[in-house]
């Protein structure tokens, strides 16, 4: 695709249920990012995809937070049973190739847990 | 672990003055890449510039430019003759250059206002 692509845009839910943000990277692109962004904070750092592999998941919070790629390609992250702490704008992020690369951003899912 | 600060939570400035966004950063590493991302309301981060560790001149894209002090551990951000669509949220962010490893670490940001 042209850009990234995050879907969806907006998502509530109630505290406790499960909720799967999806990623869909530059065509292309190996390597694939997951951040975190809390209302008026940086960006945290949760994964990182080379190709299928996750060489760095250490910014996962907790075991309620789990991601995949398949293919090289579309990646989920999956929040179970959530919080309300859980509450903010998920970001993705894919590159080419490592060093001073461009990462490519997608717009973001912002997730609220009522 | 590397860290990133910015100090300036909010700054503002006249259209077509020049503004300058602080960025220190801590590291024990030599080899490293330094970016400055833009995020307008749209919520998507837009690069825009890098600096590589190893190159002493200062990086720059028309009117954005950095300073680079390697040793004082700084990278600010000049933006000259500011316009209106420049105002957005800045980060300021750190990737180490060892191989393998690719997060790029943020600041927690300095919003800016342009002021017509």
């Known amino acids: 695709g042209a850009g990234v692509s995050q879907s969806p845009s907006n998502k509530v839910t109630e505290k406790g249920k499960d909720v799967e943000l999806r990623c869909d990277p530059i065509?292309?692109?190996?390597?694939l990012y997951w951040y975190r962004q809390s209302l008026g904070q940086g960006l945290e750092f949760l994964i990182y995809?080379?190709?299928?592999?996750?060489?760095?998941k250490s910014g996962l919070p907790s075991d309620r937070f789990s991601a995949e790629r398949t293919g090289g390609s579309v990646s989920t992250l999956t929040i179970q049973r959530t919080q309300q702490e859980d509450s903010a704008v998920y970001l993705c992020?894919?590159?080419?190739?490592?060093?001073?690369?461009?990462?490519?951003f997608g717009q973001g899912t912002r997730l609220t847990v009522v | 672990a590397q860290t990133v600060t910015q100090s300036q939570p909010e700054m503002s400035v006249q259209e077509a003055e020049t503004v300058t966004l602080s960025c220190t950063y801590d590291?024990?590493?030599?080899?490293?890449?330094l970016f400055w991302y833009k995020q307008p309301p749209s919520r998507q981060m837009i690069l825009v510039i890098r600096q590589e560790a190893y190159k002493q001149q200062n990086a720059t894209e028309n009117r954005f430019s950095v300073n680079f002090q390697k040793a004082a551990k700084s990278f600010s951000l000049k933006i000259s003759d500011s316009q209106l669509g420049d105002a957005a949220m800045y980060f300021c962010a750190y990737r180490s250059g060892i191989q393998g490893a690719q997060k790029l670490v943020f600041g927690q940001g300095t919003r800016l206002t342009i002021n017509p």
């Open positions: 590291t024990s590493e030599s080899d490293y890449y």
């Open positions: 995809f080379q190709g299928n592999s996750a060489p760095d």
């Open positions: 065509s292309g692109h190996t390597a």
């Open positions: 992020a894919s590159s080419f190739r490592t060093g001073n690369t461009e990462a490519f």
